[in-house]
């Protein structure tokens, strides 16, 4: 038996990069899924067929920008109604922009923070309300929360450092009911936002103990772990996975 059969889950921005490989993952641990996407409808498509032609597995493709809350709690709402219940939430939508602080807006403030950190509350606090006795709420953050290598992620940063306060509220808040809330905050990782081949990857790599990128898999594995009854004592922590970026 796989170890995540008959467990519903949703990943939102699940249609590349990260949220590809964990949507993937999930689907091949035994997991139903279901996925967000803003734009890109042909690829999120392409991947659900994609999972349904090697796993088997039908896969839910939700179109909903994580920037309106109601689009978010919409979403959590219809992958109760069409896959009868959600055990698994893993909030991984983000952005990311670089600038330089003086740039920076009220209305650039307003879209990190909506997508970054309020459609994670809001997803979360809407799945909760049907999550059972081992569930799981699992957020993608970054380890800029941690350490903030130079200028032009300040607002990035403070987003990401966010989830920490909430993963551990929330994980005091749910842990009588018996489900699990970490974040994982990966390094650089290999993805077309942040290319291991891109102007600025070898100057990260020069900062890490083991000197080269993470790949998706890397992420997905950690979060499909997180997932799974393997991690039930796991509770209220930030995992840091960044080849020892932040060492």
């Known amino acids: 038996m ?3 059969e008959n467990k519903v889950a949703l990943v939102t921005g699940g249609s590349r990069g990260m949220g590809a490989a964990i949507v ?4 091949e641990a035994g997991a139903k899924v279901a996925f967000t996407y803003v734009r890109s409808a042909e690829k999120a498509h392409q991947l659900a067929a994609e999972i349904l032609n090697t796993t088997g597995q039908t896969v839910l493709a939700l179109a909903a920008d994580s920037a309106s ?6 979403a959590v709402k219809e ?6 219940g959600i055990d698994i939430l893993v909030n991984n939508a983000g952005i990311y922009e670089r600038k330089p ?3 920076q807006t009220a209305a650039d403030y307003d879209e990190m923070m909506d997508i970054n950190v309020k459609a994670v509350f809001m997803a979360s606090v809407t799945a909760i309300k049907y999550m059972k006795e081992g569930g799981r709420i699992i957020s993608i953050g970054s380890n800029m929360a941690d350490r903030v290598t130079g200028p032009g992620g300040t607002l990035y940063a403070m987003s990401k450092s966010a989830l920490i306060g909430l993963t551990k509220g929330l994980a005091r808040e749910l842990g009588p ?3 699990t809330v ?3 905050q990966p390094g650089p990782t290999d993805t077309d936002m942040n290319p291991a081949i891109g102007a600025h990857a070898d100057k990260l790599r020069s900062m890490m103990a083991l000197p080269h990128y993470g790949t998706v898999t890397d992420i997905a594995s950690l979060v499909t772990f997180l997932a799974g009854p393997q991690s039930g004592f796991i509770t209220g922590t930030s995992l840091t996975i960044d080849g020892g970026f932040n060492a």
């Open 182 to 184: 970490n974040l994982v």
């Open 69 to 74: 809350d109601t689009a978010v709690t919409a």
């Open 101 to 103: 602080l003086e740039e």
């Open 79 to 84: 992958v109760v109604g069409t896959l009868g």
């Open 24 to 27: 993937r993952q999930l689907a």
């Open 2 to 4: 796989k170890h995540l």
């Open 177 to 179: 009911k018996g489900i």
